[in-house]
């Protein structure tokens, strides 16, 4: 089974995008297009194993990285 159908990940995708979205004050519509624009759902797919044990605050932080890295 690939991980991008995995319901794990997909939950965890989800959990990423919300504690994104509150943690920087956005819409649901502007956090989606910021991880669109990045490819941060690959990257949360790629590394799920790890970063499915951090915590909320962690993994904010570590998204603003891997998109300050694109930019």
């Known amino acids: 089974m690939s991980e991008a159908i995995k319901p794990e990940v997909v939950k965890f995708k989800a959990f990423c995008l919300e ?3 509150y943690a920087r004050n956005l819409t649901g519509r502007e ?5 669109r624009k990045f490819g941060v759902m690959k990257y949360i797919g790629d590394y799920f194993d790890v ?6 605050q962690y993994i ?3 998204i603003d990285a891997f998109i300050e890295e694109r930019r």
């Not at 956090?31 to 991880?35: D, G, M, N, Q």
């Not at 970063?51 to 909320?56: N, Q, W």
């Open 19 to 21: 504690r994104y979205k």
């Open 31 to 35: 956090a989606l297009s910021i991880f």
């Open 51 to 56: 970063l499915h044990t951090f915590g909320a």
């Open 60 to 62: 904010v932080s570590d």
